[in-house]
């Protein structure tokens, strides 16, 4: 029995009444639909374009997807929605798929291994296309399954220990080199490298990268420290210790993303350490307040928007068959020096 039509409720229109009212069959009006309009005469394909419009016909997705074997959905895992590196890279995924007449379908894990398996569970019962994730930290059920279900996927920053799979991130290595050097040169004698725990490679990378290079200055002092970004009371600690320890010593930060670098400028705001003059300043990431404090922050200003836009084209590109071996897509950063870091 078919269902009547609530009284009052308008009623849609279907790909007959559009093929009515253009004078032609069904099969023209879906080439029109599914873009194959130059098998069509320009006479027929202004009818079938006025019908449309006129009823304003929409098609049904999910119809066209079961035919076609395609959705259309891309689906976006972000590790942290509050961090301005995610947000600029999801504006990156998401303008790249409007381009292409691609939906993106976003899911926020807030940095919790359970929740990137919730969703990573959730968009392929959607049927998404492909995926690109910024991930946590999957667990290995998680990642047979996805290699099971065959679902095109890309990683961007982060990569997934045992998983074969595209990445696109920065080149950590030379981003790394690149601010220690800088604030060498600027005179900074100790260095002190705060990262949260170094559970994922981005971390793990910049932090061995700032030791290394450090070895090859044995007359600066090289420090480390890890925190939980809502350890206040531990970072407060680790800025005292660190400054009262080289009393004599001309001393400076360095901070592994932009979320740790704004918790290190409160915590030297709430010690009573100024930038620039007591202290020197620096992280990764470049934020859109870092000028505007005090005398300015310097930042390793990442290209997030263009690394977003390159994982949807990578994405596509295995939706679309491509079999090439996976491969590691670096960027270049650039340094932004600001009074945070400059010579005296």
């Not at 997934?160 to 600027?186: P, Y």
Request: net charge neutral.
């Amino acid at each position: 029995m078919s269902k009547k039509q609530e009284p009052g409720a308008p009623v849609r229109a279907t790909i007959r009444d559009v093929a009515s009212a253009a004078k032609t069959g069904k099969t023209s009006v879906s080439r029109y639909l599914n873009g194959e309009k130059d098998l069509l005469s320009d006479a027929l394909k202004e009818r079938i374009g006025r019908a449309i419009a006129l009823l304003d016909y929409q098609p049904s997705q999910m119809a066209r997807s079961l035919k076609s074997g395609q959705t259309r959905l891309i689906g976006l895992i972000i590790a942290d929605i509050t961090n301005p590196y995610s947000v600029e890279v999801m504006r990156g995924v998401e303008a790249a798929c409007r381009q292409q007449g691609l939906t993106l379908l976003v899911c926020n894990t807030n940095n919790e291994l359970d929740q990137e398996k919730h969703y990573l569970q959730l968009l392929s019962s959607y049927r998404v296309d492909g995926i690109v994730v910024n991930a946590v930290g999957m667990r290995e059920a998680a990642i047979s399954t996805l290699q099971q279900a065959n679902l095109p996927m890309v990683l961007i920053d982060r990569k997934v220990a045992n998983f074969a799979c595209d990445v696109i991130g920065l080149n950590n290595v030379e981003a790394t080199q690149m601010m220690t050097d800088h604030l060498l040169q600027q005179g900074f004698d100790a260095l002190l490298f705060i990262s949260e725990p170094a559970t994922i490679n981005t971390r793990f990378d910049r932090l061995r990268t700032f030791l290394q290079r450090m070895q090859q200055s044995p007359q600066h002092i090289a420090e480390q420290g890890e925190i939980e970004i809502s350890n206040t009371d531990g970072l407060d600690n680790l800025l005292r210790e660190f400054i009262a320890r080289h009393p004599d010593r001309r001393k400076a930060v360095m901070c592994v993303n932009g979320t740790l670098t704004l918790q290190v400028a409160r915590a030297m705001r709430r010690l009573g350490i100024v930038w620039g003059q007591d202290i020197g300043l620096s992280g990764f990431d470049e934020l859109v307040w870092a000028e505007l404090a005090g005398v300015g922050i310097t930042t390793l200003k990442q290209p997030t928007y263009e690394m977003g836009v390159a994982a949807l084209g990578q994405l596509v590109a295995r939706i679309q068959g491509n079999t090439d071996p996976v491969k590691d897509l670096e960027f270049s950063g650039e340094l932004i020096a600001r009074g945070s870091t400059a010579a005296r």
